[in-house]
């Protein structure tokens, strides 16, 4: 799509932050309103807006896509959304150790444990460890608390944290993010261990690089989604 605007602007109204352009609200794809829940992330998502050189190109607007999927796909039913990013305490990465060396095995209990630590302390629950792929079930009692404390979250930083968990394969990873204030960068490099390790081994190629370098730069991203949504 051509760029058909000149001015974009952020207007206070009563669902929140509108971006205008040109003085006209911007709709999201479901033609809702797209307003922000707070100034600084209203300015991020203007700001893309602004960057837009002659064709707008959407894939160069992350922070734009994000709370399109807040406001049309998350809020309408964030109960149901919530659950689905919940699920994932279930099967969370850092309950799956190595089996050896025990090199990786000492790596991943020092980028691992203070996570959960963390989550063991903020949200009264236990978790259960294994080794190598075989399923473990964790306590019921932990999965309802941490079931309702996804479910506590706006359809916002919902919408970040499904990119989160995702991405990295654990629920505390993005709940670290999201309700401890963790560093993104410091999370992902612990979510990123087994990873790293291989490509120590036996080394990484470009193509690799590149897709990490990406799911890095995504990450990040909405890490700091969340944190302008929160301010």
Not at 29 to 42: D, V, Y
Request: proline share 6%; glycine share 6%.
């Amino acid at each position: 799509m051509k760029r058909f605007y000149t001015d974009v602007g952020v207007v206070e109204s009563a669902e929140g932050f509108a971006i205008e352009l040109d003085g006209r609200p911007v709709r999201t794809p479901a033609r809702a309103l797209l307003a922000l829940p707070t100034p600084a992330l209203a300015q991020a998502v203007a700001a893309e807006w602004r960057a837009q050189g002659d064709t707008i190109d959407p894939a160069a607007m992350p922070f734009t896509g994000l709370a399109n999927a807040a406001i049309d796909h998350v809020a309408p039913d964030p109960a149901a959304f919530a659950a689905g990013i919940a699920r994932y305490a279930q099967s969370d990465l850092l309950c799956y150790r190595a089996e050896g060396p025990d090199a990786l095995v000492q790596r991943q209990a020092d980028a691992w444990n203070p996570l959960l630590e963390w989550a063991q302390a903020r949200y009264d629950v236990t978790f259960l460890l294994t080794s190598g792929v075989i399923p473990v079930a964790q306590p019921t009692e932990s999965i309802t608390r941490l079931d309702a404390a996804v479910a506590a979250l706006d359809p916002f930083t919902l919408a970040a944290l499904s990119t989160l968990v995702t991405l990295s394969g654990s629920l505390v990873c993005g709940l670290a993010i999201v309700e401890g204030g963790r560093d993104p960068a410091a999370v992902w490099q612990a979510a990123e261990v087994d990873e790293a390790w291989q490509s120590e081994q036996w080394g990484e190629d470009a193509e690799a690089a590149a897709r990490n370098s990406r799911r890095a730069a995504e990450f990040s991203m909405a890490g700091a989604f969340c944190a302008m949504s929160r301010i």
